[in-house]
Nanobody, 123 residues
């Protein structure tokens, strides 16, 4: 198990922005894709975005495309989710995850998960 730690969540009003980060503890993830998923109370886990660590390919859920941007830093051991024009339906716990693959929308392809960070968007 490789711990992942999310940060940057909070409470914002609709139309506002937040920047989430995900840091790996004790190692780099140069060979891993990284993804963001979210889960609201009583709802299923939902894919948000993914990025390949060794290239810049990205993939977004249709619900966030054009509003959210996934990125990584040069060390390839941190990953970010810039969230703009937030909507109340974006309210959820956001989880980062790491996959030995190239990144997909399928949660079962990810081996490592963080504990989540709460994002709450008020109307």
């Amino acid at each position: 198990q490789v711990p992942l730690v999310e940060s940057g969540g909070g409470l914002v009003q609709a139309g506002g922005s937040l920047r989430l980060s995900c840091a790996a503890s004790g190692r780099t993830f140069g060979g891993y894709a990284m993804g963001w998923f979210r889960q609201a109370p009583g709802k299923e886990r939902e894919f948000v975005a993914a990025i390949a660590w060794n290239n810049s390919r990205t993939h977004y859920a249709d619900s966030v495309k054009g509003r959210f941007t996934i990125s990584r830093d040069n060390a390839k051991n941190t990953m970010f989710l810039q969230m703009n024009n937030l909507k109340p339906e974006d309210t959820a716990v956001y989880y980062c995850a790491a996959s030995p693959g190239s990144g997909s929308a399928y949660y079962y392809e990810y081996d490592f998960w963080g504990q989540g960070t709460q994002v709450t968007v008020s109307s």
